[in-house]
């Protein structure tokens, strides 16, 4: 027994408030009985931060557990996604997860500002997916050829807007202002300009000018592509979703 106590770290043998920080590069931390592991640098990734200050030795170590690693008595499964977001700069989290209000709490006991905005911008997002979106494709009878395209997603609104182009004189253009009257519709007055040589096509394909029904079909298939399900269509007696007067679609 004597043998063996001349083996032993004589740091071990002192109170837990004596123990001599280790100067190594990696820092092991026991968040709420789980042990982390992480670069010195990626918990001062965020000057100001309580594990800025903890990494850098600002701030006194008020407990350890019984192998000497810095112990703090907070949700210890949320803390992946404190040290994720350190790590990568950014928050990643599933999208089915379920305590994004806890995680919040978590950061704003870190000190982590940055990560407080992260988690409600995540929050709103979430929220905005709960509630469906509405696509409505009209003939507009007010000019020939007309259509109206609506959308309560603004995302939708622009993949629309990156799949056309004006061509004007062999020139490529960006999609025509004069069609966006807000950020969730498009009112298309008519498809071949006044000016000579002037087109609207659809992207990849500058063969043809783009046509009410071409359009319909190419809105048709990023709406389909895109998770949105066709409710219904409006006078369809030719038998061609592209040739009724309305379609609707929800996601």
Avoid at 13 to 40: E, F, P
Avoid at 72 to 81: A, E, K, P, S, T
Avoid at 140 to 155: I, M, W
Avoid at 225 to 243: C, E, F, I, K, W
Wanted: glycine content about 6%.
């Amino acid at each position: 027994m004597e043998n063996q106590g001349k083996h032993l770290n004589p740091d071990l043998l002192q109170s837990s408030k004596s123990i001599k920080r280790s100067s190594s590069s990696t820092i092991t931390l026991n968040v709420g009985g789980h042990l982390y592991a992480a670069l010195r640098q990626t918990l001062a990734r965020h000057q100001g931060s309580l594990l800025e200050e903890i990494a850098n030795g600002k701030k006194p170590v008020q407990h350890v557990d019984s192998m000497g690693n810095t112990f703090i008595d907070r949700d210890g499964l949320v803390f992946r996604h404190v040290l994720n977001f350190l790590r990568l700069g950014e928050l990643m989290l599933p999208n089915d997860f379920k305590e994004a209000g806890l995680l919040r709490r978590e950061a704003e006991f870190y000190h982590l500002g940055a990560m407080v905005l992260a988690i409600e911008d995540w929050e709103q997002h979430q929220s905005a997916k709960q509630d469906p979106a509405f696509l409505e494709v009209t003939d507009s009878h007010e000019r020939s050829q007309g259509l109206k395209v609506y959308c309560s997603d603004p995302g939708m609104i622009d993949a629309v807007k990156g799949r056309l182009l004006q061509v004007s004189k062999s020139r490529l253009d960006v999609f025509p202002k004069e069609f966006e009257v807000s950020s969730n519709i498009i009112q298309f007055r008519h498809f071949i300009k006044s000016e000579a040589g002037s087109r609207l096509i659809i992207m990849k394909d500058s063969t043809f000018v783009c046509t009410a029904e071409s359009l319909k079909l190419e809105i048709m298939m990023l709406a389909l592509r895109g998770g949105y399900r066709l409710l219904t269509s409006l006078d369809s007696t030719h038998g061609s979703a592209v040739q009724c007067e309305a379609l609707h679609f929800v996601k």
